[in-house]
Protein backbone atom coordinates (compact mmCIF):
# COMPACT_ATOMS: atom_id res chain seq x y z
CA UNK A 1 0.00 0.00 0.00
CA UNK A 2 1.60 3.28 -1.00
CA UNK A 3 -0.28 5.30 1.25
CA UNK A 4 0.49 3.13 4.43
CA UNK A 5 4.61 3.94 3.87
CA UNK A 6 3.22 8.04 3.44
CA UNK A 7 1.79 7.54 6.56
CA UNK A 8 5.23 5.97 8.31
CA UNK A 9 7.54 8.22 6.73
CA UNK A 10 5.53 11.60 7.77
CA UNK A 11 4.48 9.85 11.25
CA UNK A 12 7.19 11.41 12.95
CA UNK A 13 6.18 14.74 12.50
CA UNK A 14 2.47 14.06 14.13
CA UNK A 15 4.38 12.83 17.54
CA UNK A 16 5.81 16.36 18.98
CA UNK A 17 2.70 18.01 18.96
CA UNK A 18 0.69 15.31 20.13
CA UNK A 19 3.22 14.75 23.00
CA UNK A 20 2.84 17.97 24.38
CA UNK A 21 -0.84 18.33 23.85
CA UNK A 22 -0.77 15.05 26.35
CA UNK A 23 -0.56 16.94 29.48
CA UNK A 24 -3.45 19.55 28.62
CA UNK A 25 -5.94 20.83 31.34
CA UNK A 26 -9.24 18.75 29.72
CA UNK A 27 -8.99 14.94 30.33
CA UNK A 28 -10.87 14.32 27.18
CA UNK A 29 -8.08 16.07 25.67
CA UNK A 30 -5.90 14.09 27.29
CA UNK A 31 -7.92 10.46 26.53
CA UNK A 32 -7.90 12.02 22.13
CA UNK A 33 -3.96 12.12 22.14
CA UNK A 34 -3.51 9.18 23.61
CA UNK A 35 -5.57 7.34 21.07
CA UNK A 36 -4.18 9.18 18.55
CA UNK A 37 -1.26 8.40 20.28
CA UNK A 38 -1.72 5.02 19.85
CA UNK A 39 -3.03 4.82 16.10
CA UNK A 40 0.05 7.08 15.02
CA UNK A 41 2.57 4.54 16.70
CA UNK A 42 0.76 1.03 15.86
CA UNK A 43 0.12 2.38 12.01
CA UNK A 44 3.17 4.70 11.95
CA UNK A 45 6.66 4.70 12.42
CA UNK A 46 7.73 1.49 15.28
CA UNK A 47 10.41 3.19 15.89
CA UNK A 48 9.11 6.22 17.67
CA UNK A 49 7.50 4.04 20.87
CA UNK A 50 11.04 4.93 22.65
CA UNK A 51 9.96 8.46 22.62
CA UNK A 52 6.20 8.26 23.28
CA UNK A 53 6.74 5.99 25.98
CA UNK A 54 7.72 8.56 28.71
CA UNK A 55 4.74 10.54 27.92
CA UNK A 56 1.99 7.52 28.35
CA UNK A 57 3.65 6.11 31.15
CA UNK A 58 3.60 9.39 32.93
CA UNK A 59 -0.39 9.45 32.37
CA UNK A 60 -0.75 6.17 34.33
CA UNK A 61 -0.33 8.76 36.97
CA UNK A 62 -3.43 11.07 35.65
CA UNK A 63 -5.82 12.05 38.30
CA UNK A 64 -8.83 11.17 35.70
CA UNK A 65 -9.42 7.18 35.93
CA UNK A 66 -10.78 7.73 32.28
CA UNK A 67 -7.00 8.84 31.22
CA UNK A 68 -5.26 5.88 33.38
CA UNK A 69 -7.56 3.73 31.58
CA UNK A 70 -6.84 4.52 27.93
CA UNK A 71 -3.21 4.50 28.80
CA UNK A 72 -3.72 0.90 30.04
CA UNK A 73 -5.23 -0.09 26.77
CA UNK A 74 -3.25 1.72 24.62
CA UNK A 75 -0.26 -0.03 25.93
CA UNK A 76 -1.77 -3.10 25.80
CA UNK A 77 -2.76 -2.57 21.84
CA UNK A 78 0.83 -1.69 21.31
CA UNK A 79 1.79 -5.35 23.18
CA UNK A 80 -0.88 -7.40 21.84
CA UNK A 81 -0.63 -6.16 18.04
CA UNK A 82 3.03 -4.51 17.79
CA UNK A 83 4.62 -6.54 14.55
Known sequence: MKSK???Q???DRLLTPLCSS???QQFRVRCAVIECLGDVILFGNHK???DVLPHITQRLFDPSPNVRK???AVSANWLMNYV
Open 9 to 11: MSS
Open 22 to 24: ITH
Open 5 to 7: GVF
Open 70 to 72: LAI
Open 48 to 50: SIG
